[in-house]
């Protein structure tokens, strides 16, 4: 990937945690842990997810590639630790700026890799073979597919549509 593609992408990848708190704006805390009634996570969920996967997921491959020749590269089971970390039970405002700080963090180190950086590999279960040129674009779509998700959920709640409430009253 040229330089200016990267930077392009670079920036996409900046404006996620913006759109991420619009997209909290939104809702009442009550709304932000409604759960889709045939599956799938709240927005509440999502952005822990998120913010989990960006610090745990991306910012660990990204450490790895840089400092080990061809690490394997575990699968983050995001359903798993939403599961055990309760994400529904966790503050939204947190749960943000955990994301936002992650982000910029991976971003600022992506910024600054040499050139022959990006062509360092690694193997990821269940992907293959991977370099660090890839890690940015993962990142891109993983948000283009929780975005969508969001971008329904919040349609749905906004229109009434029935859903599974996990959330206490006493979540903010």
């Known amino acids: 990937m040229n330089r200016r593609k990267l930077e392009t992408l670079l920036l996409t990848l ?4 913006a759109l991420l708190a619009r997209a909290a704006e939104n809702l009442s805390a009550q709304q932000t842990c409604l759960k889709p009634e045939g599956g799938g996570f709240s927005l509440r969920e999502n952005i822990w997810h998120l913010a989990d996967l960006e610090r745990e997921g991306f910012a660990a491959r990204i450490q790895r590639i840089l400092a ?3 690490p394997f590269l575990p699968d983050f089971n995001g359903d798993r630790l939403a599961r055990e970390r309760c994400y529904n039970e966790r503050d939204l405002s947190q749960g943000l700026n955990a ?4 982000r910029a963090r991976n971003i600022e180190v992506l910024r600054h890799a040499a050139r022959s950086d990006w062509k360092r590999r690694a193997r990821q279960e269940g992907v293959g073979r991977i370099s660090l040129d890839d890690i940015p674009r993962q990142m891109a779509q993983h948000d283009a597919s929780h975005t969508r998700e969001i971008a329904e959920l919040i349609s749905n709640v906004l229109e009434g549509k029935a859903f599974h409430s996990p959330c206490s009253s006493a979540v903010a």
Request: proline letters at 0%; aromatic letters at 10%; charged letters at 55%.
């Open 99 to 102: 994301f936002r700080e992650a």
């Open 68 to 70: 080990e020749d061809e």
């Open 14 to 17: 900046e404006s996620t945690a």
